[in-house]
Structure formats: structure tokens, C-alpha cells
């Protein structure tokens, strides 16, 4: 096939042939990977279902050169993620009690963190702050650098600071990434 040629979409019957046509290792395979994508908005059995729904409905196309267990987990991971998606946007209601104990009502509950969670996530990063600057004792630009970043200075704020022009600065923040990513390669973990 070349570049200008469209690319031929499997007709409902087609998929519906290449569905009954899956051997018993492609229905482990799709299983899995419903398994593996299923989120608590969607449950593993549904998105298969839903995969197969959306293929045959038309919703989906498949193009000719795609094999079907292929398509039906891109199929089932766009699902999953736009399920999740939506159930994140929906408020979580939380019950309110009246005085018999009885639920009267529904409410949104508060967005704002709770006393502990904020304490958490303090101390949390200050542990990161330490382990940062810690990374750059042997460093004072640098240090310094990291510390100002941290405070929301700007990088000229920053170059008058340090005392560095443009090209070191710009070399400074270099190493402090390459030392960064050097000690953290996934990232800070609490």
C-alpha cells in the first residue's frame, strides 16, 4: 500500500468473522488485556463487551491491515481511559446525616484537603526540598539555583543571585538536571 492510498476499513461483517475466527489463545490474550485496562468505572467483562459493541456498531473502524486482537485492546484501553476520565470529572457524593442517623441528604464533599492530608504533603516536601539541596552541598551556584527555583524566582533573578551570566547559568542548570535525574531516574518518591 503507498502513502496516497487510503487505508480499507473492515466492514461490520468482516469483524464480525474475524471475531468468530479468534482461537482460543486470542481470547485469553483479549481477556487479559480487558483485565489489565479494566478501571472501577469499567469492570474487565463490560469493556470487552464494549470493544465488541463499538466495533460492530460502527463507532470504531478497524482498518484491513490491523489484526482484530490488536484492535479490540487499542479498542478496550481508549474505552477504559474515556470511562475514567468521565467517572474523574463526576463529584463523589458524600452522605450527610441527619440527627436519627438516617442519610437525609447528598453533598459534594469539600474539595480542599484535610488538616492531615495538608501535614502529609508538608512534610513530604520538605523531605524532597532536603534531598534536593543535599544533592548540590558540594555546589553553592548550584545550590542556590535549586533553592531559588524552588521560591519561584525567575532565571534573571536567579543569574543576578549567583552572580553567573547567561551561557554558565544555563550550564549550571545542565548539571543540576543531569544530577537530578542521575539520583532520581523514576522520579522523587516519598
Do not use: N
Not at 480542599?112 to 553553592?140: C, G, K, N, T, Y
Not at 543569574?159 to 522520579?187: C, F, H, M, Q, V
Request: include cysteine; glycine fraction near 4%.
Amino acid at each position: 500500500m503507498s502513502l496516497q492510498e487510503p487505508a480499507t476499513a473492515r466492514s461490520s461483517a468482516e469483524i464480525v468473522e474475524a471475531i468468530r475466527g479468534l482461537s482460543a489463545a486470542d481470547w485469553v490474550r483479549l481477556k487479559k488485556v480487558a483485565a489489565y485496562y479494566a478501571r472501577p468505572a469499567v469492570p474487565a467483562q463490560d469493556l470487552l463487551q464494549e470493544a465488541f459493541a463499538r466495533a460492530l456498531d460502527g463507532s470504531r473502524v478497524c482498518p484491513a491491515h490491523v489484526d482484530a486482537v490488536r484492535f479490540l485492546a487499542e479498542a478496550m484501553r481508549s474505552i477504559a481511559d474515556g470511562e475514567q476520565e468521565k467517572a474523574d470529572r463526576r463529584p463523589a457524593l458524600v452522605s450527610i446525616e441527619g440527627r436519627s442517623g438516617a442519610a437525609t441528604a447528598m453533598s459534594v464533599p469539600d474539595p480542599a484537603p484535610s488538616v492531615e492530608s495538608r501535614i502529609v504533603q508538608a512534610e513530604q516536601d520538605a523531605r524532597m526540598r532536603a534531598d534536593l539541596l543535599a544533592l548540590f552541598d558540594d555546589d553553592p551556584a548550584a545550590k542556590d539555583i535549586v533553592e531559588g527555583t524552588m521560591e519561584g524566582m525567575t532565571a534573571e533573578d536567579l543569574r543576578e543571585l549567583t552572580g553567573l551570566d547567561r551561557t554558565a547559568y544555563d550550564s549550571k542548570r545542565k548539571l543540576i538536571r543531569r544530577r537530578i535525574d542521575k539520583r532520581y531516574p523514576e522520579g522523587w518518591q516519598p
